[in-house]
Nanobody, 125 residues
């Protein structure tokens, strides 16, 4: 069974870069037609799709976040990562990695078939 697990610091200072990694087990990020997504949920708000990476390494970003978001992968470790630069307190959220069948660009939880448990990231000095 596929499992996803986010890891990274829980506290980031404003203007710094937030870096998170999603480790996938039970399936390879380079096989089958799955997309590996980053999604976040700020406190009191809904889900926000941030971007995704496909099995061939193609990367897709949410337009509003594209200028300061970077997604990459390490196939040897079966991991994919998120970097968000120049963070502000508005980037405080629970960050999730999730798998989808196809590029869904969705804020509906059920459009993703596997989720990590989520990791709280707070941006504060």
């Amino acid at each position: 069974q596929v499992q996803l697990q986010e890891s990274g610091p829980g506290l980031v200072k404003p203007s710094q870069t937030l870096s998170l990694t999603c480790t996938v087990s039970g399936g390879s990020i380079t096989t089958s037609d799955y997309y590996w997504n980053w999604i976040r949920q700020p406190p009191g708000k809904g889900l926000e799709w941030m971007g995704a990476i496909a099995r061939d390494g193609s990367i897709y970003y949410s337009p509003p976040l594209k200028s300061h978001t970077s997604i990459s992968r390490d196939t040897s470790k079966n991991q994919f990562s998120l970097q968000l630069s120049s963070v502000t307190p508005e980037d405080t959220a629970v960050y999730y990695c999730a798998r989808s069948s196809g590029l869904v660009v969705s804020t509906t939880r059920s459009d993703y078939d596997h989720w990590g448990q989520g990791t709280q990231v707070t941006v504060s000095s």
